[in-house]
């Protein structure tokens, strides 16, 4: 009778073992995934959870385009004293104290810009400043749409921190310049 308990465990040792491991790998590649998890960004393996996180940890906060990288990497040299930036006709630009821009743009920042070429130059997400027939002086905001009508290109803008675009489709000849760098 013992030899046949013997024999048993024996024959049972290596699966149960095989099991008892894998088991283990599991709990150890889930403990792993747990502490590399970053809540900021959940992983794709759980769509539905990873929407309600965005829409509960980011409720009232629109989707904003990035601006299009305009500048080469080639184009910016970084010593201990200077940075420069190779770019032809770079302006420098002040902003008034609107909030339509925040928290990107605020009275206090220092920006560079260019004059574009229109409208290839132009993407969605990046930042002009233009004139309009709808307000006073220069408004700088966001392009959020590019499309073509029957008058030519035209672009739909908003100020990133405004509940609504502005008015108006804005043309080529009223953009004044492209913002390729903010400096806090």
């Avoid at 190779?86 to 605020?106: Q, R, V």
């Amino acid at each position: 009778m013992n030899l046949f308990f013997e024999a048993l465990g024996e024959a049972i040792k290596k699966p149960i073992s095989m099991f008892l491991l894998g088991v283990l790998i599991t709990i150890t590649f889930n403990a792993i995934t747990d502490v590399n998890a970053n809540p900021e960004f959940p992983s794709q393996e759980n769509a539905y959870s990873s929407q309600i996180y965005r829409e509960t940890a980011y409720e009232g906060i629109r989707d904003i385009p990035s601006p299009q990288n305009h500048i080469e990497q080639e184009q910016i040299r970084v010593f201990q004293d200077r940075v420069i930036i190779n770019i032809e006709n770079i302006k420098w630009a002040a902003f008034e104290d609107t909030k339509s821009m925040l928290p990107y743009i605020n009275k206090d920042s220092h920006a560079l810009q260019i004059e574009p070429k229109c409208p290839e130059e132009i993407s969605i997400g990046d930042i002009v400043s233009y004139k309009s027939e709808y307000a006073d002086g220069i408004i700088i905001h966001r392009v959020v749409h590019k499309d073509i009508d029957e008058q030519g290109p035209y672009f739909i803008l908003r100020g990133d921190n405004n509940p609504s675009n502005d008015p108006g489709k804005i043309r080529c000849d009223q953009i004044q310049r492209r913002l390729v760098a903010i400096i806090y």
